[in-house]
């Protein structure tokens, strides 16, 4: 058996037990989908393969894709939101690297001095993941039948035999049909564009 330890979107602390190696991924994307995240970011973000970056499923480290108001593709990560950026391949005699995508934000002064990347200038930022190179792995894709959201939407109001309230007995307020909560629209931070 193994366990693994999950820090909820309020920050509790829970363990759970799970039955198999194979199965582990699962119990990630299961609790990810509630915000609930294990383990912490490395230095320079999570590194995956470019050709998974389509059809990540962010579950599996406790994040959210979304769009924001400008239409930029976003991820939220412990109540921070992550820009999505494409870099270009470098080429030169000191370095040589592929093009990649990047999710990252600025830096702000509270983030641990081991995690600020410098940039152009004096700005600093923090990469939550990168996806350069490398051979695609399914197991980090979502998984089969199990669409995305459609993001920076807001959910469609029930529409069709769901249920309907029922009249209330004289005396008492008639009961109000449960109605989706609203979607939080993201606040764009102010940052540079690396």
Not at 85 to 103: F, H, M, N, Q, T
Not at 158 to 167: E, F, I, K
């Amino acid at each position: 058996m193994l366990r693994i330890e999950f820090v909820t979107d309020l920050g509790a602390r829970v363990s759970v037990e799970v039955e198999s190696a194979d199965k582990l991924l699962d119990v990630q994307r299961q609790y990810g989908r509630l915000g609930w995240t294990s383990g912490e970011v490395p230095q320079g973000g999570y590194l995956f393969p470019l050709d998974n970056e389509q059809d990540f499923d962010w579950s599996l480290i406790g994040a959210r894709k979304f769009t924001n108001n400008e239409g930029e593709d976003m991820v939220m990560h412990r109540g921070h939101a992550y820009r999505r950026r494409e870099l270009e391949a470098v080429d030169s005699r000191k370095l040589k690297l592929p093009a990649a995508i990047k999710y990252s934000r600025g830096a702000k002064n509270t983030d641990p001095e081991h995690v600020r990347e410098k940039a152009d200038g004096e700005f600093e930022y923090v990469t939550l993941a990168i996806f350069r190179g490398g051979k695609r792995q399914e197991r980090f894709a979502q998984p089969a039948g199990r669409a995305q959201p459609a993001q920076g939407s807001r959910p469609a109001a029930p529409v069709g035999n769901g249920p309907r309230p029922q009249a209330a007995p004289a005396g008492r307020p008639a009961p109000v049909a449960a109605r989706p909560a609203p979607v939080a629209a993201a606040v764009a931070d102010e940052e540079p564009p690396f």
